[in-house]
């Protein structure tokens, strides 16, 4: 207890000292997303898009088991890093925010939401930022924007999520999508980010189980979909890869074909389809899977050289074709 209470006068003494923001412009940081999470796995996470380049870079934080926040409209990173430190000295998250608004001399240029781990949640939309926005906070999630094409954007959003099921990243997508199809950021579309919050995810210290960003692009939407995409396939042809040393051919060769129907351009995912075939003593079928990885990748022809899974091709006429292997 002392050590909250020592945390959280700490705390206060840093936001009386924050710097004051910026003049704010209208409709300079046009922005929706929605924060959500997943009481099962612990996750939590945020997609957010903005007519703006780079939005992940700046309207986004939390830690993972502790809370996950946006601030956006005029973003202000003190809201995603003191929003922790007092969330976890005890405040719960209206208490937070209410204390950071307080402390925020440009706090009518933004639009804050935060949602902890244990589902509470608070939001604040500047009655000044640019029409139309708002926010809905409802069971595990709260969506919010500005600069929108209407209510429907925020509305859509809170629906799909409620509606829906599955990772909590998938979720994520099919709100912030469910939002465009309503109009999302009246000024038109560019960037979109992806981030996925679960505690000392990576090597025991990080938190960050997901962070993807498309921060320029012509159809953010789809852009950020095939990435994902691209990491669930990765990720499918690790669970591959242990069917395969265990000797489950057949199981190995249904994640490895799930994995390439995922992302069809992911050229580990025919390398892995090619080890299975030979493995089945299906040489043809091989030789085919490792034509089309290097297709995909020419740096393939180098990298299959020395890979010991192909030794047994390595005489073989269609395999030195492939690979220029002589």
């Known amino acids: 207890m ?85 969330l976890e000295a005890g405040m719960t998250p209206q208490q937070a925010l209410d204390m950071m608004l307080r402390s925020d001399e440009g706090r009518n240029s933004r639009q804050v939401a935060i949602l902890d781990i244990q589902g509470r949640t608070a939001a604040w939309t500047s009655p000044t930022i640019t029409d139309w926005k708002g926010h809905k906070c409802g069971v595990n999630y709260c969506a919010q924007g500005n600069t929108l094409a209407g209510p429907d954007v925020v509305d859509a959003m809170a629906k799909s999520f409620e509606s829906s099921s599955g990772p909590l990243a998938e979720r994520l997508i099919d709100a912030l999508e469910a939002g465009q199809a309503q109009g999302g950021d009246r000024r038109g579309v560019q960037s979109a980010s992806l981030m996925i919050l679960k505690p000392l995810a990576i090597q025991g210290f990080g938190d960050r189980e997901l962070d993807l960003r498309v921060d320029e692009h012509r159809t953010p939407f789809a852009e950020l979909r095939r990435v994902l995409n691209a990491v669930r396939s990765g990720e499918m042809l690790s669970e591959a890869n ?81 690979v220029g292997f002589n």
Not at 25 to 52: C, N, W, Y
Not at 265 to 273: G, K, P, Y
């Open 2 to 86: 002392l050590t909250r209470i020592c945390l959280a006068t700490v705390v206060v003494v840093l936001l009386v000292h924050v710097t004051p923001a910026q003049k704010y412009e209208p409709g300079e940081e046009g922005t929706f997303s929605i924060i959500g999470r997943d009481p099962g796995t612990g996750q939590l996470g945020m997609a957010v898009h903005s007519k703006t380049i780079a939005v992940g870079s700046r309207t986004r934080g939390g830690k993972g088991g502790v809370a996950v926040i946006a601030h956006q409209s005029g973003s202000n990173p003190m809201y995603g890093i003191i929003g922790v430190e007092l």
């Open 242 to 322: 242990r069917k395969l040393t265990a000797k489950d051919l057949k199981g190995a060769m249904e994640r490895a074909m799930a994995a390439r129907d995922k992302s069809p351009t992911n050229d580990n995912a025919w390398v892995t389809i090619a080890s299975i075939h030979l493995q089945m003593g299906q040489r043809a079928e091989a030789l085919s899977a490792l034509g089309r990885a290097v297709e995909l990748n020419p740096a393939n022809k180098k990298q299959l050289r020395g890979n010991r899974a192909f030794e047994d091709l390595y005489q073989d006429p269609g395999f030195i074709k492939i």
